[in-house]
C-alpha cells in the first residue's frame, strides 16, 4: 500500500500539479474577479480551461489593474516565476491582442495599455508568442514566452460559479484507484478473494 501511495505521489509531482491556487479576488474598478491556477498549462490548454468555466486569460487595460493583479495574485516564485495572460501575437508576429479580441500592440506601438519589460516583446527564437508576468525579471512587466507550461491567471466577467479546480478531477479518479486496490489487497490478505496466478 505504501509503494501504491509513493507512485502516486511520485506521478502527481511529475505532472506539474499544484495545489495552492489563489482565491477568487474581486477589483471594483473592472468589477471583474480573478484567480491564479497553479496547475501548469500550456497558454493553448489555460485559454481553453478557462473558457471551460466561462471565463477568460486575464485581460489587462489599466495600470491599476495591472498593478492589482501582480501584487495580489500574478506575484509567484513557483514553479518558475512565469504566470500566463490573455494576450497573443501567435495570428500576426508583433501584432498582439488581448483573447477578447482588443489589439493592444502593433509592431512597436502601443495602442491601448502595456506595459512591457524592457526589451520586450524581442520574440526570442522566433517562437514566442505568448503574454505573461514574469516575476523574477521583470516585477509585474510582461514578458513574451513560448507555448511551455504555467500557471495562469482566470479572468471573469461576473461573480464565478463554483467549480472544480483541474486536480480535482485528477485527484478523484487517483483517489478511487488507491482506494479499490486497497480494499481489493484486503479481500486477497482476508481469503475472501483468490489470488492471482
Known amino acids: 500500500m505504501k509503494k501504491i501511495l509513493i507512485v502516486l505521489s511520485l506521478l502527481l509531482s511529475l505532472q506539474g500539479i499544484a495545489q495552492a491556487d489563489s482565491d477568487w479576488v474581486y477589483f471594483s474598478e473592472t468589477g471583474h474577479y480573478y484567480k491564479r491556477f497553479d496547475t501548469v498549462m500550456t497558454w493553448n490548454d489555460a485559454k481553453s480551461y478557462a473558457e471551460s468555466i466561462g471565463g477568460y486569460l486575464a485581460t489587462i487595460n489599466s495600470e491599476n489593474e495591472n498593478t492589482f493583479l501582480f501584487n495580489n495574485i500574478g506575484n509567484i516564485t ?22 477578447t479580441g482588443e489589439t493592444f ?17 524581442n520574440n526570442y527564437q522566433g517562437n514566442q508568442n505568448y503574454l505573461n508576468y514574469n516575476s523574477h525579471i521583470y516585477n509585474g512587466q510582461w514578458d513574451d514566452e513560448f507555448n511551455r507550461s504555467t500557471p495562469f491567471i482566470v479572468e471573469m466577467n461576473s461573480a464565478p460559479p463554483v467549480t472544480p ?21 484486503r479481500r486477497r490478505k482476508s481469503g475472501f478473494l483468490p489470488a492471482q496466478e
Open 78 to 99: 513557483f514553479p518558475d516565476d512565469v504566470v500566463w495572460l490573455g494576450g497573443t501575437d501567435e495570428a500576426q508576429e508583433g501584432v498582439w491582442k488581448w483573447v
Open 105 to 121: 500592440w502593433d509592431n512597436g506601438t502601443c495602442l491601448l495599455y502595456c506595459n512591457w519589460g524592457s526589451v520586450e516583446p
Open 165 to 185: 479546480e483541474p486536480i480535482s478531477f485528477i485527484l478523484f479518479l487517483t483517489g478511487g484507484a488507491v482506494l479499490g486496490a486497497r480494499n481489493l489487497l
